[in-house]
């Protein structure tokens, strides 16, 4: 899952923190590729490391951040990597380029490419209901305000849901932790995305609840892609970690990246962290598997434990774990028009058909004016006077993950960019854009 960010407008979702650490993270660079060997890279490239550098020296300095790393790739090379900061705060531990971390709303879009694949293989079509393949969605009703006594009024859908619907985030579905809604508290009471129950089970329970508004009618950030999920078990007889892994990660050579840690990972899998500002002095806080549920309300049921320790779900929507250079291979194919090493895993048309614009009209919701929504990415069409959107160029396409990684794809510029950190932070998007404007020197 992704929190808000500048890209997004801001959540209502307060976290309530109780400080008891002082900041006070050293800072330390990594060198970067223009520091390793000019002669390989342009003077621009040269200049795009030192506005990096300095970027992620100063905010870990500033204490924006723990610790960070940043890969850009262009024109088919590493261009630069950079890492500044701890990973592990309290044991003053370095932030490493081979760290595993929680990778949370990043696994969307690998579902979405899994998915696609599948849909190529002729399994469906995009606009087939999803109750053709998932009965337990027959007989959906859509929210309609509240009785007297706090019970639900619905009424008819209009249409079906359909898996375009699913992977545009416009199936009415809603996330039950980021907005409280009547049909939120439902959620919440369902337990819906509890760390013990399966993607079928979680089906079954979110087919019993209402949609929040009619299909098609508005883009909203939702479980859409743990449905997506539980619909590749569904097409494979596989689970969905068994289907990934045999179609995306052992052939694209992800070999740190899944819905546990990997027992060689453990030890490079750090905590997380969280900010409190209360007091007006910025205070990191260390999240652990007790705290978390009350730092967050709920918005994280274990930090470490879901990921450490194999769980029944693997939720489609935020369940992996991965690294920066792992997570650089899938983007590697994904610029590439969906092949890498001699292999396709996507046909060119479909993975257009993914980076591209699928609302049309539709409202988008709590994204800003200048994005549109493909199939599982959100895709830059516009430049707008607004200081807080992301100053992607247009066609671009990208998303991030609650602890703050972050990719883009910018097919225009043959480039991307993968960010890494461990850091739970909605209330301050200002990393993602300083880093967007240090590649591009904007």
């Known amino acids: 899952m992704a929190f808000s960010n500048k890209h997004i407008k801001h959540s209502s979702l307060l976290l309530s923190v109780v400080a008891s650490l002082t900041l006070g993270a050293c800072t330390t660079v ?72 929680r990778y949370y709303s990043m696994t969307k879009p690998i579902v979405g490419v899994g998915l696609m694949m599948l849909y190529e293989e002729g399994k469906f079509d995009l606009d087939d209901p999803i109750a053709k393949y998932l009965p337990e969605y027959s007989n959906l009703k859509v929210y309609a305000g509240e009785n007297e006594d706090g019970t639900l009024l619905t009424t008819a859908l209009k249409r079906a849901v359909t898996i375009r619907d699913l992977m545009r985030h416009t199936a009415g579905l809603t996330y039950g932790r980021f907005s409280d809604t009547g049909v939120d508290k439902e959620y919440r009471k369902a337990r819906i995305l509890h760390p013990h129950d399966n993607l079928e089970t979680f089906s079954t329970n979110l ?160 994204l800003d004016a200048s994005l549109g929504f493909g199939l599982d990415f959100s895709v830059k069409l516009k430049q707008i006077e607004d200081p807080d959107t992301l100053k992607l160029p247009d066609g671009s396409f990208f998303w991030g993950g609650l602890a703050g990684t972050y990719f883009w794809i910018d097919p225009t510029n043959d480039l991307f960019a993968v960010m890494h950190m461990q850091f739970i932070n909605p209330l301050d998007p200002y990393i993602r854009n300083a880093v967007v404007s240090a590649v591009y020197g904007n």
């Open 30 to 101: 990594s060198p970067s590729i223009s520091q390793k060997d000019a002669t390989l890279i342009s003077p621009s490239q040269t200049l795009r490391a030192e506005r990096l550098d300095n970027l992620l020296q100063s905010a870990v300095s500033q204490n924006k951040v723990p610790g960070l790393s940043v890969l850009v790739y262009e024109d088919g090379k590493e261009v630069y990597y950079g890492q500044a900061g701890l990973r592990d705060r309290e044991t003053n531990i370095p932030l490493a380029r081979s760290d595993v971390g």
């Open 207 to 366: 087919g019993k609840l209402p949609l929040l508004v009619q299909p098609g009618e508005k883009w909203i950030y939702s479980v859409a892609v743990d449905v997506q999920a539980r619909l590749i078990e569904v097409l494979t007889g596989k689970t969905v970690g068994e289907y990934l892994q045999d179609s995306l990660f052992t052939p694209l050579g992800m070999s740190h990246t899944g819905f546990v840690v990997k027992p060689d990972d453990k030890e490079k899998f750090g905590p997380a962290y969280i900010v409190d500002k209360s007091s007006g002095s910025p205070v990191f806080i260390r999240l652990t598997d007790p705290n978390a549920p009350k730092i967050t309300r709920g918005v994280v049921y274990q930090i470490d434990g879901n990921f450490l320790n194999k769980q029944p779900l693997e939720s489609g929507g935020g369940g992996l774990v991965s690294s920066i250079d792992d997570y650089a291979k899938f983007t590697t194919m994904l610029l590439q028009k969906g092949t890498s090493g001699g292999k396709s895993y996507l046909k060119p048309e479909t993975l257009a058909l993914m980076s591209s614009d699928q609302l049309g009209n539709i409202d988008n919701g709590q």
